[in-house]
T-cell receptor, first 112, second 110 residues
Framework: SQQGEEDPQALSIQEGENATMNCSYKTSINNLQWYRQNSGRGLVHLILIRSNEREKHSGRLRVTLDTSKKSSSLLITASRAADTASYFC????????????FGKGTLLTVNP | SQTIHQWPATLVQPVGSPLSLECTVEGTSNPNLYWYRQAAGRGLQLLFYSVGIGQISSEVPQNLSASRPQDRQFILSSKKLLLSDSGFYLCAGTATGELFFGEGSRLTVL
């Protein structure tokens, strides 16, 4: 079963606009991660936010985490055509048997 | 840096034939390793994970199996493929909690 659910499923914007994607999850987590996948390729890790953090930045990326609402958001500012990809959130369970559970992803299209 | 090499990139196999997908890891020792499957337009389904040599945990019942004969080698196998085994298979690893992925293997079973 999938822990994270991204919203919206698809998002189309113009270059220069900001893109916001949301993720909701169901159970307690140690951390939440966002990944990017270009069509037909492997996933690339973008950012990790721990359960005791509320906000994190990395370049044009801003991630927020609200553990009371069991939700996270990924904001990409000043989007570029090269940002076109699928974005996935993943929730991590701790311990030696560490596993990440992925949502279905948001397909972001940035039009030039 | 941590890298996963995964092959073959593309595979077309008849129903009932065997399967072997392999990945090797560079840049880290004793990683946790994972096999995910991704159906078209869907998220990633965790199939197997391994915390060490010879240690395999299966997440879903299926006709696939996994093996880890060496610390940095992870193999996905099947003795007889089904049509439903078609999909995009991704090998991933972690030593820090952040996964790094291979480029994937696209399997089509006809």
């Amino acid at each position: 079963s999938q822990q994270g659910e991204e919203d919206p499923q698809a998002l189309s914007i113009q270059e220069g606009e900001n893109a916001t994607m949301n993720c909701s999850y169901k159970t307690s987590i140690n951390n939440l991660q966002w990944y990017r996948q270009n069509s037909g390729r492997g996933l690339v890790h973008l950012i990790l936010i721990r359960s005791n953090e509320r906000e994190k930045h990395s370049g044009r990326l801003r991630v927020t985490l609200d553990t009371s609402k069991k939700s996270s958001s990924l904001l990409i500012t000043a989007s570029r055509a090269a940002d076109t990809a699928s974005y996935f959130c993943a929730t991590g369970s701790g311990g030696s048997n560490y596993k990440l559970t992925f949502g279905k992803g948001t397909l972001l299209t940035v039009n030039p | 840096s941590q890298t996963i090499h995964q092959w073959p990139a593309t595979l077309v196999q008849p129903v009932g034939s065997p399967l072997s997908l392999e990945c090797t890891v560079e840049g880290t020792s004793n990683p946790n390793l994972y096999w995910y499957r991704q159906a078209a337009g869907r998220g990633l389904q965790l199939l197997f994970y391994s915390v060490g040599i010879g240690q395999i945990s299966s997440e879903v019942p299926q006709n696939l199996s996994a093996s880890r004969p060496q610390d940095r080698q992870f193999i996905l196998s099947s003795k007889k493929l089904l049509l439903s085994d078609s999909g995009f298979y991704l090998c991933a690893g972690t030593a820090t909690g952040e996964l790094f992925f291979g480029e994937g293997s696209r399997l089509t079973v006809l």
